[in-house]
């Protein structure tokens, strides 16, 4: 019997973010984005990947119904001092699991990067701010330290609805109250656990991810009532995310719902994740604060991506930070090379990021 034990004692020694374990393969270990095998290890087994299964579902029944009807599951589990985050799969109608190793210490919000508009923003009485960004982006770090923020300095009543639970809050100068969703569970589904908080007394709502028209109404509703509600969507970009909000909805009802989200979006900021010239993984942050430029093109007929991004650019006073700006200063600060800054932007803007480096170059050497 594999000791998976031993492999997430390993994986907690080394650091790493995630642990996949697939059968024919050794057990792999991300590293600051790289995967590495751990060597001492014989390749997994299909026998295996059953005991694994056994492992962390414990007979939980369930956690087993729900994993044979929609042939995956997403739970928390405890290991020594840390939590995880498993994902369990299936791959030639064999288990994989897929373990997200959660410190139990949050790093603190001034040392992610973020910049501290993000912050500030979560004073604000109500509203929605989103954090957006690609799978393994941060998003959920970058949540929990502001949820850690408010919860050390506000006094207000948090709820989180998430799937599952991955940092274990307590209250401090505000109460908060953790949700896990799931069935058997705390809520059924996010959308139930947010029509529920109406009835909660809860200042801020937290979702820990928007995936679908219904959560997406209830989110909005609960804005619209007088409370500050904070989520996630796996977008790439802040245009992206407008985008992806009105098209979870039928053409027939995009109008009313572009005005509701340009009256009730306060902030998106959208993160992307680079191994930096340190090795280490260093943030890219694009951050739109929704002013009235923005809420107008918000509530045009046609969305227009191109018009956003450019507001973003013309907005920075206000707050805003445009992707090609953020690039071209971690570049100036040598976290990250120049072949790094260029991969993430289009063909297009290479110039523009060109002359965004030069002038943050001169006006460094001016100061």
Do not use: W
């Not at 949700?179 to 809520?187: F, L």
Request: proline share 2%.
């Amino acid at each position: 019997m594999i000791e998976i034990e031993k492999v997430l004692d390993i994986a907690m020694k080394q650091d790493a973010s995630d642990v996949h374990l697939i059968s024919g393969l050794k057990p792999m270990l991300r590293i600051t984005r790289d995967l590495k095998p751990v060597e001492e290890f014989e390749v997994l087994t299909e026998d295996d990947m059953y005991e694994i299964y056994d492992y962390f579902v414990r007979g939980n029944v369930d956690k087993d119904e729900e994993f044979k009807i929609y042939r995956r599951l997403d739970m928390s589990f405890e290991h020594r001092d840390i939590r995880l985050r498993v994902n369990i799969s299936l791959s030639d109608e064999v288990p994989i699991f897929t373990l997200r190793l959660i410190k139990n210490e949050l790093p603190r919000y001034e040392d992610l990067g973020v910049p501290d508009i993000v912050r500030r923003m979560t004073y604000q009485p109500q509203g929605l701010i989103l954090v957006t960004g690609k799978t393994n982006s941060g998003k959920t770090t970058t949540l929990n330290a502001l949820i850690n923020d408010i919860n050390e300095n506000q006094n207000k009543k948090i709820l989180t609805l998430e799937k599952p639970v991955e940092y274990k809050h307590h209250s401090k100068k505000s109460v908060i109250v953790q949700k896990e969703v799931g069935k058997g569970r705390d809520s059924l589904t996010f959308g139930d656990g947010v029509k529920n908080s109406l009835r909660e007394d809860c200042d801020i709502l937290v979702i820990g991810e928007i995936r679908d028209k219904e959560t997406m109404d209830s989110a909005i509703e609960m804005a619209e009532s007088g409370h500050l509600v904070i989520g996630t969507l796996h977008t790439k970009s802040c245009a992206e995310t407008i985008d992806r909000m009105i098209n979870f909805y039928e053409i027939s009802d995009q109008a009313s719902v572009k005005y509701l989200i340009s009256s009730l979006l306060k902030l998106v900021v959208s993160q992307r994740l680079l191994k930096g010239t340190n090795g280490k993984l260093v943030l890219v942050p694009e951050v739109m604060v929704v002013d009235n430029i923005i809420s107008g093109i918000i509530r045009k007929e046609k969305l227009s991506v191109s018009e956003i991004e450019d507001a973003i650019q013309s907005n920075l006073e206000k707050g805003s930070i445009g992707l090609i700006n953020s690039i071209a200063q971690l570049f100036v600060e040598e976290k990250i090379t120049l072949e790094q800054a260029k991969a993430q932007i289009e063909e297009k803007n290479i110039e523009i990021l060109n002359r965004t480096i030069m002038q943050l170059k001169i006006k460094r050497e001016q100061n």
